[in-house]
């Protein structure tokens, strides 16, 4: 083998470590770095001002932790996300059900139907909620003309109203989840139930719905991940009636200027959800080992 050939051996082995190379460096540059920043930063003590004293103390952390109000915003905040959660369950998995099981020739336009909302900003659709949830949007208007209400309701700048907008939004992640897994069932094994006696009812509970619990487990848990983490629309949606930890990073970070003590909730939020991916994670590697023993 000559030296050229050699040289050309040793580069097709580091092909696949040079394709990754850049992706690796523009990660730890602009998302490792930062978040190794805000990390000494949750450590410093902060002066009144907006500066920071340049030490090593849990302060940020116990305030955060023992102070029963931000207590009582994580508790929020986790609740917001199961409601999320529970709702695009309830609404997206008749659509993943008919989007797997659809013979017609519109299927791929269905599929577009569900994607397009992705491809429009999060601020355009809130903003969008906003005007059909208002005092005198369409939902109010149509329910004081048929004669249901008296008064509009108080749709807006409350806990619905963001449990509505956030499920709208995040819709999409949790139906292409169940899809994905209802698309890969057998149909086979539906009608066998169908052909021993099962009602549709009965076929569902035992069939479908075990069959399709990572479909569920998955979905589930990136909506309330998401859910959790949002930004825009419990601030729009919400006001200031409707704390969450993510308008308390901004509060504590642009409002306050305490660096420190929003570096600190912005970290407990990523364990927060760290734990739960680890969780998540487990409990699949066990369900599979489970299935294998099986």
Avoid at 21 to 46: D, E, G, Q, W
Avoid at 147 to 155: A, D, K, Y
Wanted: with cysteine; charged share 15%.
């Amino acid at each position: 083998m000559t030296a050229v050939d050699k040289a050309a051996t040793k580069l097709r082995g580091k092909t696949p470590v040079l394709l990754v190379l850049p992706t690796f460096i523009h990660f730890c540059l602009f998302f490792i770095a930062p978040l190794c920043l805000l990390l000494v930063y949750s450590f410093y003590r902060f002066v009144p001002g907006g500066a920071m004293e340049e030490t090593f103390v849990l302060e940020n952390y116990a305030k955060f932790i023992l102070d029963p109000y931000y207590r009582g915003i994580v508790r929020d905040t986790i609740l917001l996300g199961a409601e999320v959660a529970f709702f695009t369950l309830i609404l997206g998995y008749p659509l993943a059900y008919k989007l797997a099981r659809t013979r017609s020739r519109f299927k791929g336009f269905l599929y577009l139907l569900v994607v397009m909302p992705l491809l429009t900003s999060a601020v355009v659709r809130t903003y969008g909620w906003m005007v059909i949830l208002s005092r005198n949007g369409i939902v109010n208007s149509l329910l004081l003309k048929w004669g249901f209400i008296e008064q509009p309701l108080r749709l807006m700048y409350n806990r619905l109203g963001v449990v509505i907008g956030l499920t709208e939004v995040l819709l999409p992640f949790m139906t292409l989840a169940l899809e994905s897994v209802l698309r890969n069932m057998d149909p086979a094994l539906e009608e066998a139930a169908h052909d021993l006696g099962a009602n549709s009812l009965q076929t569902f509970l035992r069939v479908t719905l075990p069959l399709s619990l990572p479909g569920v487990a998955t979905g589930s848990v990136l909506v309330f991940i998401m859910a959790i983490s949002a930004f825009v629309t419990p601030t729009l949606m919400g006001g200031p009636q409707v704390r969450v930890l993510s308008t308390v990073v901004y509060e504590q970070a642009l409002s306050l200027v305490n660096w420190p003590f929003s570096a600190a909730v912005a970290f407990t939020l990523l364990a927060l959800v760290g734990v739960l991916i680890f969780v998540y994670n487990k409990l699949l590697i066990s369900g599979k080992s489970w299935e294998v023993a099986q």
